[in-house]
């Protein structure tokens, strides 16, 4: 079986939305296997996002990340990497497919970072690495 990791993002957890985050998790069937609420120091999160180091949106999306506390989530099942990127939806909000976590419960803020709710890992190296940076 297959892990990934999964951020409930500040937006989410400020906007009292993790448990129907969780809820649908759950729904689709994958497994908890570890679950913590963490408040990541900006070394963490260069570690995480060291693949857009120097992109436009990347300091805004430190500071987003370190506005408050994100649930970190090592989640299992087969095929759960791509099974909770298509959960998750499209990377913007506004676009996102209805029926999806993004899609159903985020929005454009006017914001110089998308605040999208979620993180979900990209691939079984991605899930490795920052398992191991979250947990
Ligand atoms: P994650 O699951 O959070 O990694 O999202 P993703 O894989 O769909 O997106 P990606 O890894 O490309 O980008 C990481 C995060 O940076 C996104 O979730 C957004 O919060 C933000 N972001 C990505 N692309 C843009 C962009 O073009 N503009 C802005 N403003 N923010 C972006
Ligand atoms: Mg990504």
Redesign the pocket.
Known sequence: TEETLV?V?PDGVARGLTGAILARIEAKGYALVDLRLVEPDRGRLEQH?A??EGK??YE??LE?MMSGPSVAIRLAGNRVIEGF?SL?G??DPTTAAPGTIRGDLGRDWGL?????L???S?SPESAARELDIWF
């Open positions: 951020l993002k996002y693949e857009h436009p949106f805004p999306l987003f990127r998750a499209a990377t110089r970072v998308q605040q999208n979620v993180h979900g990209d």
